[in-house]
């Protein structure tokens, strides 16, 4: 059967009874034909400025034949060529042998344009009548020889019509036969092929929308809330928690109520402050809460939560409490006496208290404060409208997450590259750094997590790797290095998470923290494993991590556990 470029099904031959059977019959060709359909192009020089070949057939001995379909009434009179569509009756004049010849002479144009070391072939035309029989007695026209005029009964036997139109045109010029090189050369110049893949910084422009429209579906759990004065909401990384959160912030502040929004740590409350300048909203975290509320503490800065905790319940005015409302964000690092009191303070002025939470990301304690789990009204978010949907499920891989919901936003599947050696930690840094930069990220895109703390890890912030400064503070103009930890809550085009160790997976507070990490990527994620487990181990440990998937007991068995590539 002939190679046909494209190929179509029957609804594609624009409406055209006559063009689906000469497709049809063309079909029957032996394979050395490849067929082209519908062959459009645009002039390459003043003589000609744009047309369409219905049909080009291509033979490696034979030659290039251009066929022009003109199905319905057909009739020749006084010079013209007349067509009567059967079922409008209308009639038009056509140029069917002008047509063909214009097609021929600019494909010919093209390959000579193109092909230089080999002769082209012999490119010849005919013109296919496939709705009339044409007589052997039938006077055609000076332009018209019978043998390059096809009709009805050519579609029985399509082959023996061309042959019969390439012999007639061999005639007249010389056929060259072409290899299989030449045969290629041929039909690439026909038919180029071109892709190009748009960068990176472009996809997340085009996919940004998408995620505005996800997280405007999210929004419509905050009308709940309006007749809800306290609940806690779950919602896995990227459910959009603390975009809704700031959301309802907005709306009660527009009531001229004064609201606390309560996050852990200082980076997000550094974001959520630079990028929302809201009247009547205090963001904090809860260290600076407790700074603002009891003043500067001698104490080490892992043991003021504590005396805060301490000076609310027994030293502080609460008739100086300000905030009628509070909003938590990541309320599962939160501490049972901490959200407790806060409750209280603001129940005493009968206002909203909303905590957001994420039961899979307690990495600064072991368990889920009681408070969430006891409260008696808890709502689920279920759409991620933060991550590409293979970014998510290599996240909820990760903690063996199953029946989540995925979005419709795709990119390219996570990575995950291994290494034994500081220096091959460093080439991941350095290749990760470089091609985020190629693909047109901006610096504040790309942020590099560890796993381990800053002092601990073999990344050296004062070096460059790709020629590029880190910063653990988040300079303009440099690639923010921090910890996992730190950067929790919020998010980042691309994340490269470092000191992840293959043994570690095996510890549930590890799997916890890394699937924190992955979270924060929108859309590229590369995983850095320091591959510090024997090749006949593997098995152990991913029995352990998932005992009930079976996979391969290598790094296939990885691959597949977590949903990267390698």
Known sequence: MAVFIPSVKPEDFNNSYGEKKVYEALGT???????????????????????????????????????????????????????????????????????ARKSQFELLDRLNQE????????????????????????????????????????????????????????????????N??????????????????????????????????????????????EEQKTAVVHGLAGTGKTVLGVEKAKRLAAQDEQVLFLCFNSFLRNALK???????????????????????????????????????????????????NIIVDEGQDLDDRLLNRLYELVKKKNGCFYVF????????????????????????????CRNTAEVFKTSCSIMGLENVSYN?????????????????????????????????????????????????????????????????????GKILFTTIRKFKGLEAEAILIVDAQMSALTNPENRRLLYTGSSRAKNLLNIAMLEDIKTGEYGDYLRNIAPDRNVPKNKKGLKRLLNVTI
């Open 29 to 99: 060709l032996a394979d050395q034909y490849t067929v082209f359909y519908s062959l459009n192009w645009v002039g390459i020089n003043e003589k000609r400025t744009v047309g369409e070949a219905d049909f080009v057939v291509v033979h490696p001995a034979k030659g290039i034949f251009v066929i022009e379909v003109k199905s319905g009434e057909i009739e020749y009179k006084n010079g013209e060529w007349i067509q009567t569509n059967t079922r409008s009756g209308q009639s038009k004049r056509i140029e069917p042998y002008v047509q």
């Open 274 to 324: 630079r990028n929302n300048t809201i009247p009547n909203v205090t963001f904090h975290n809860a260290h600076s809460l407790a700074y603002e509320i009891m003043g500067q503490s001698d104490l080490p800065i892992e043991d003021i939560l504590e005396e805060f905790e301490d000076f609310l319940k027994g030293v502080f005015d609460e008739d100086s409490w300000e905030y009628s």
């Open 180 to 225: 299989q090189y030449q045969l290629k050369k041929v039909i690439d110049v026909l038919c180029p092929h071109f892709h190009v893949v748009p960068r990176l910084k472009t996809k997340i422009e085009e996919m940004e929308e998408s995620y505005i429209q996800l997280t405007r579906q999210q929004a419509a759990l905050l009308d709940f809330l």
């Open 408 to 476: 419709d936003v795709h990119g390219e599947i996570p990575a995950a590259r291994f290494y034994a050696r500081e220096d091959e930690e460093e080439k991941i840094v350095s290749d990760f750094i470089k091609r985020s930069m190629d693909e047109g990220l901006d610096f504040s895109d790309v942020v590099i997590l560890t796993a381990k703390t800053i002092e601990s890890s073999w990344i050296d912030p004062t070096k460059k790797y790709a020629g590029q400064e880190l910063s653990c503070k988040g300079e303009p």
């Open 357 to 384: 939470y994420d039961r899979n990301q307690h990495i600064m304690k072991n368990q889920l404060p009681k408070w969430i789990e006891d409260a008696e009204c808890r709502l689920v978010l279920h759409k991620n």
């Open 115 to 178: 092909i230089r070391d080999f002769r082209i072939p012999m490119m010849c035309y005919g013109v296919w009548f496939p709705s009339i029989d044409i007589s052997e007695k039938a006077p055609l026209p000076p332009e018209s020889p019978k043998e390059i005029t096809l009709d009805k009964l050519d579609l029985e036997n399509a082959e023996k019509a061309i042959n019969s139109a390439f012999d007639y045109w061999g005639k007249k010029y010389r056929q060259i036969s072409l």
